[in-house]
């Protein structure tokens, strides 16, 4: 689960921002909305839901961008020095990017700490409930737990390594769980939820039963592993008498595909259409149903999604917000959308905002911070009139005039 994310010179954040799912002693939530943990720093209430408001544009998707920016440096090691590091800075300055990430996993507090460059990794930690399992500045590490035979190879982790990939590969307990928390947040379904369709009847139906529900008019679902065709651009074998271009060449293989159908019927008769020729609505609807109840027999699991409510009816994301904040949904769910009507299902605490300035840079606030927001007021109707700020500004007289010739 997550707590919380700082970052600071990352895109449209210029300056730090925070964003805590971590409810205060004197926040008030329903027991369903909330996950109850003990650690051994004392029991932490945690969201279970949040929704990001903004404008387009105003930065609200590159929270989550943040995180998997995160987890793609950490997960994917580049090969040399020369490489670099992938930056995204604020209008592309050369000053250092931040993050700083806290989430539970195990029962235990994690807080991982990156600031980097392109051409360098400037300060790295990670802390295991507040005991330090490593700290880098620059070339000088420091590690609490690692054996003798493995601490000569401190001095091979290049400028542009991480100490986490590399603690985590020389088996160092926290950072492997650590490690396995972004592997998890970059890949939710990773206990293969389309082999479990295949092999779980009971999972399957709890699927169709949730696209029934729906009114998709879905009856079966059908997995086949087939060998498709693909080209690739490559080098030619031969290269005696090649030169120039001509040492590259298109190239015709087969691939091992998994390819799921979804089954109809029409007056009695069955037909079937690959899911990447479903509707947008009806692939949205049924990953995240995949996303949910592949989820929920995992622990510990966070998914991100940007602006989950595009190409869904309204009633189909009220309907599936209530199902996150159930009291027996065990995943945390975190979005984007616009979608203001989710508002009136929400408690304040679990409404966020992102607003840009006339500098571009992104601010991260709460509907909570706000006074006289209680159980009963109605949200979007505050919103959509501008109230909380982090709302599409249009001029429409002017928009109308565009197709002026004057």
């Known amino acids: 689960m997550l707590l919380y994310l ?64 995160l987890s793609a440096l950490i997960l994917n090691p580049n090969q040399n020095d020369e490489q670099g590091l992938f930056s995204d800075s604020f209008a592309s300055n050369k000053e250092n990017t931040r993050f700083e990430v806290v989430f539970l996993k195990r029962e235990s507090v994690f807080k991982y700490i990156l600031e980097y460059n392109r051409n360098e990794v400037v300060f790295e930690r990670l802390q295991q409930d507040e005991e330090l399992i490593f700290e880098r500045n620059y070339q000088e590490f420091v590690f609490s737990d690692i054996n003798a035979q493995v601490n000569y190879l401190v001095a091979t982790i290049r400028k542009t390594s991480l100490a986490l990939f590399f603690a985590q590969n020389n088996n160092v307990k926290a950072a492997r769980i650590a490690f396995s928390w972004f592997y998890d947040l970059q890949n939710p379904n990773s206990g293969n939820v389309f082999q479990k369709l295949r092999d779980d009847s009971n999972f399957k139906e709890r699927v169709l039963y949730a696209m029934r529900f729906a009114d998709f008019n879905i009856f079966d679902i059908e997995i086949e592993e087939n060998l498709r065709p693909s080209l690739s651009f490559g080098m030619k074998i031969d290269m005696k008498e090649a030169k120039g271009a001509e040492n590259f060449q298109q190239q015709l293989t087969m691939q091992n595909v998994t390819e799921i159908y979804l089954v109809h019927e029409n007056n009695g008769k069955s037909f079937r259409i690959l899911l990447q020729n479903e509707s947008e609505g009806t692939q949205q609807y049924f990953n995240m149903i995949l996303l949910l109840l592949g989820g929920n027999s995992m622990k510990d699991i966070v998914i991100l999604n940007d602006e989950f409510d595009r190409s869904l009816h309204k009633k189909l994301t009220q309907s599936f917000v209530n199902l996150i904040n159930s009291e027996k949904n065990n995943i945390q769910f975190i979005s984007t959308t616009h979608d203001s009507s989710l508002m009136d299902i929400l408690q304040k605490h679990q409404i966020y905002f992102v607003e840009k300035n006339s500098d571009g840079e992104s601010e991260i606030y709460k509907l909570s911070e706000f006074d006289g927001i209680r159980k009963e007021t109605k949200i979007s109707p505050k919103y959509e009139a501008g109230l909380f700020g982090a709302i599409q500004e249009v001029n429409e007289a002017g928009l109308m005039g565009i197709l002026e010739e004057d």
Not at 22 to 39: A, C, I, M, Y
């Open 6 to 69: 700082r970052v600071k010179n990352y895109r449209s954040f210029k300056e730090e921002q925070e964003i805590s799912f971590v409810l205060n002693k004197d926040e008030r939530s329903d027991k369903s909305r909330r996950f109850e943990v003990k650690t051994k720093l004392g029991t932490i209430r945690v969201l279970k839901n949040a929704m990001i408001y903004g404008a387009n544009a105003s930065g609200k998707s590159n929270i989550l961008k943040a995180l998997f920016q």
